[in-house]
């Protein structure tokens, strides 16, 4: 995926009372022609018409940074970038997985599927495929081409993207009749046991149980969720991608979540109810955090605190107090870059230069950070200026333009007719 294609999509929607369905009208034109185009790779790959088209959004997270794999809340809204997939039955028991934007692809028997992941793309739909012909849900061989506009690696979730996805497809193709939050389980599964990554419930959630234009307020304890509105004619999501991908970003998140599985070791001694680092009181942690290495007390701390902040972001919101979330992104990007140290020089200018426009509300890197991309709450009057200015200050200290666009709500998987 370019951020050039992104770039094409207009920044400035119409004006106000037109602006939802509009803004709406030209996306869903826009991934009819992708989907179009994503068919006819389809036909050059395979030899023949795909029997259907699906989308399935990434997401962004914008606020409960590192809290899902500590039990706390997050507010992710799944966003109108995502994977394409093609598809057609086959009359044998052949599986072929195919990519337009990765190399190397996947053929094998449904009866002979691999136990042990290739260290490839194709993991992530493998590892759903896996489970549903363990359970013998499977039905007979498919063709499945996979492609997409989401940027990889860049914390918006192409890996929940993919196997959320995988999961709606291959249950729409098959008929085999799961709810939503089977399908999530089905993605959460793929990429915990199959491809390895000790990634927390929130991404496929955020994609699985999307609704368009709310934010799903996931509880990360007990799974309980609810949607909740936000005013999109006024305010818009926008993107500001660094274009940094660490290649250890996959370890030092794993390293994270270790760091902060032992934080609340040490601390449930003090806090015996305790099951998960979101239940240590603030009072608890100041009394013992000196008990605990420096940097474990600092992992405590902005647990502890963006806990609270997520919920009085989630307050500001259900009064309509766009302007107070805001301040709580910035405060949670400020965690992530002293306590959670997560960050890196290019986000922390994206963060920065978004803070100086007045036309921001917040700001604050997105996925779990090393890199990737910043997420911004924007007043639309303003946003193309915004947009601008935070490029510009990026450019002048880094000597290029990072991807900057504003990013439409999404629904959730779903077919695409072309009609
Ligand atoms: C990654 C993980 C998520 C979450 C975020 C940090 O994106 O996949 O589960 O932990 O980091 O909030």
């Not at 999530?184 to 959630?205: H, K, Q, T, W, Y």
């Not at 307020?217 to 500001?240: F, G, N, Q, T």
């Not at 474990?296 to 766009?322: K, P």
């Amino acid at each position: 995926m370019s951020w050039n294609a992104i770039l094409r999509s207009p920044m400035h929607a119409p004006r106000k009372s037109q602006l939802d369905s509009a803004a709406e009208a030209t996306r869903q034109a826009e991934l009819r022609a992708a989907l179009e185009r994503h068919a006819l790779h389809f036909e050059e790959q395979f030899g023949r018409r795909p029997q259907a088209l699906f989308f399935s959004p990434g997401r962004v997270n914008l606020m409960g940074a590192h809290l899902d794999y500590n039990g706390g809340p997050v507010a992710p809204m799944a966003i109108d970038r995502g994977t394409f997939f093609a598809v057609a039955a086959r009359s044998d028991r052949l599986v072929r997985f195919a990519s337009t934007s990765e190399s190397g692809w996947l053929e094998t028997r449904l009866d002979r599927l691999a136990h042990q992941r290739a260290g490839r793309w194709f993991d992530y739909p493998l590892g759903v495929l896996r489970q549903l012909a363990a359970r013998g849900r499977a039905g007979g061989g498919v063709d499945m081409l996979f492609g997409g506009d989401l940027p990889v690696g860049a914390g918006l979730s192409s890996s929940a993207s993919i196997c959320v996805g995988t999961a709606y497809v291959l249950d729409q193709v098959w008929g085999v009749g799961l709810t939503a939050l089977q399908r999530v389980e089905l993605a959460l599964n793929s990429e915990r046991e199959f491809v390895g990554v000790r990634c927390g419930i929130m991404d496929p959630f955020a994609v699985g149980l999307a609704q368009s234009g709310r934010l799903l307020w996931l509880d990360c304890k007990d799974s309980s969720y609810e949607h909740l509105p936000i005013d999109h004619e006024r305010y818009a999501v926008a993107v500001a991608d660094s274009l940094v991908r660490r290649e250890l970003a996959q370890s030092a998140f794993n390293q994270r979540v270790a760091e902060a599985a032992e934080a609340f070791e040490r601390l449930r001694a003090h806090c015996p109810d305790a099951q998960v680092l979101r239940d240590i009181p603030a009072a608890v942690l100041d009394a013992h955090e000196r008990e605990l290495p420096a940097e474990l007390a600092r992992r405590a701390r902005h647990v502890v605190s963006e806990v609270e902040r997520t919920f009085a972001a989630r307050q500001a919101l259900m009064v309509g107090d766009v302007r107070a979330f805001g301040a709580r992104m910035f405060e949670s990007h400020r965690s992530l870059r002293e306590l959670y140290e997560v960050s890196a020089p290019e986000l922390d200018c994206l963060v920065d230069a978004a803070a100086a426009s007045s036309a921001v509300c917040g700001a604050r890197l997105t996925g779990a950070g090393f890199g990737g991309c910043v997420v911004m709450l924007v007043e639309r009057a303003g946003a193309e200026h915004a947009l601008e200015d935070v490029a510009r200050a990026f450019d002048e200290r880094f000597g290029r333009r990072p991807g900057v666009a504003l990013f439409g709500p999404d629904a959730g998987p779903r077919e695409i007719t072309l009609g």
